[in-house]
């Protein structure tokens, strides 16, 4: 039985690709040669002309959120817009919460 793929993300590309899942070592964009970010089997690129979209994808890679599925289904709450991305670094800010738990948050108090 062939391994299960999952997606692999080149944020300077603005490139997924699904591969097959052969350990924690580098994956190289076949575009730019740079390394990629395992980013999980449930995620969802945005349009490549989507440059807010890609603007939250980085912010949310870069502070360590990824997009793996979990027991119910998905991986849960993203935000997609760069206001939800705003409005979660102003709540750590004033709260000093951890961004990546700010930035899954569904709801802010």
Known sequence: MPHAKTSYV??????SYKQ??????????P?????????????????????????VLSVLLHAGVRFHKSCCGGPGYRPRTLHEV?????????TGEPIYEALVRRDLP
């Open 10 to 15: 080149c944020l300077p590309c603005r490139a």
């Open 86 to 94: 705003r409005e979660r670094l102003a709540y750590t800010r004033t």
């Open 31 to 55: 575009r730019c040669a740079r390394s990629m970010i395992h980013v999980g089997s449930a995620f969802a690129p945005p349009p490549r002309r989507d440059t807010a979209g890609w603007r």
């Open 20 to 29: 097959p899942y052969l350990g924690s070592y580098d994956r190289l964009c």
